[in-house]
T-cell receptor, first 112, second 112 residues
Framework: GAGVSQSPRYKVAKRGQDVALRCDPI?????LFWYQQALGQGPEFLTY????????KSGLPSDRFFAERPEGSVSTLKIQRTQQEDSAVYLC??????????FGPGTRLTVT | GENVEQHPSTLSVQEGDSAVIKCTYS??????FPWYKQELGKGPQLIID?????GEKKDQRIAVTLNKTAKHFSLHITETQPEDSAVYFC???????????FGKGTMLLVSP
C-alpha cells in the first residue's frame, strides 16, 4: 500500500519568508509525528498528533513553528519568518499502533 | 528526558563480515527500541524493533539484543552485503508514549 508522502520534497526559501510543508500519512493511521533532522544528525521530535488533537508540541523550537491536522489526516507544518538555522530535513511519520512509526521521504528546506 | 548514545559513528566492513552497532539509553521507563536504516535522500526505514519484555529478536540476517539492566541494546547484521551500506539509527521510546528519541547514527560501509 501507499506509504507516507511529503511535499514538496525540496524547498528553498529566502530568509524571512513563510513556508508550509505537507504530510499525507498512511491511510487510517491515527498518530502523526513531525521530526527535524539536521545534517549528520538523528531526527529530533517536533510535535505529535493523535487524530486532529495536537497532544505534544514541546519540540517546536520557537513560536515561528506551527503545525495542524484539522481533519485528522493530512498535516501541515508551517514556519514563519524562516531563519538560516531552520535549514534541515523535515520528516513526517505516522503510526497505526502504539509504537511502530513509518517515515516519509522528508522535505529538505534550505533557507538562503 | 531520554538520551540515546550510539556507537560507532562510522563502521567499515568487508562483504560477508558481521557488523554490530551499540546504543545506550538513560530513561529506565523506555520500553520500545526500534532500529532504522536511512539511505541517502530517503526517510528512515524501520528494519527491526524490540520491546522490553524480550531480550532478543531476529529477522533473517539482522538481530537486536536488549539488556534492560544495563540500559543497552545492539543491532547485529550478519553476512553483510553492499546494499546494507547506509546510516543506521537506534531509538528509544518511553512507556505509554510513542515519541522516539534517536541516536546520532552510524554510517555503515560494506565493501565488496
Amino acid at each position: 500500500g501507499a506509504g507516507v508522502s511529503q511535499s514538496p520534497r525540496y524547498k528553498v526559501a529566502k530568509r524571512g519568508q513563510d513556508v508550509a510543508l505537507r504530510c499525507d500519512p498512511i491511510s487510517g493511521h491515527v498518530s502523526l509525528f513531525w521530526y527535524q533532522q539536521a545534517l549528520g544528525q538523528g531526527p529530533e521530535f517536533l510535535t505529535y498528533f493523535q487524530n486532529e488533537a495536537q497532544l505534544d508540541k514541546s519540540g517546536l523550537p520557537s513560536d515561528r513553528f506551527f503545525a495542524e491536522r484539522p481533519e485528522g489526516s493530512v498535516s501541515t507544518l508551517k514556519i514563519q519568518r524562516t531563519q538560516q538555522e531552520d535549514s534541515a530535513v523535515y520528516l513526517c511519520a505516522s503510526s497505526g499502533r502504539m509504537y511502530e512509526q513509518y517515515f516519509g521521504p522528508g522535505t529538505r528546506l534550505t533557507v538562503t | 528526558g531520554e538520551n540515546v548514545e550510539q556507537h560507532p559513528s562510522t563502521l567499515s566492513v568487508q562483504e560477508g563480515d558481521s557488523a554490530v552497532i551499540k546504543c545506550t539509553y538513560s530513561d529506565s521507563a523506555s520500553n520500545y527500541f526500534p532500529w532504522y536504516k536511512q539511505e541517502l535522500g530517503k526517510g528512515p526505514q524501520l528494519i527491526i524493533d524490540i520491546r522490553s519484555n524480550v531480550g532478543e529478536k531476529k529477522d533473517q540476517r539482522i538481530a537486536v539484543t536488549l539488556n534492560k539492566t544495563a540500559k543497552h541494546f545492539s543491532l547485529h547484521i550478519t553476512e553483510t552485503q553492499p546494499e546494507d551500506s547506509a546510516v543506521y539509527f537506534c531509538a528509544a521510546s518511553p512507556s505509554g508514549y510513542s515519541t522516539l528519541t534517536f541516536g546520532k547514527g552510524t554510517m555503515l560501509l560494506v565493501s565488496p
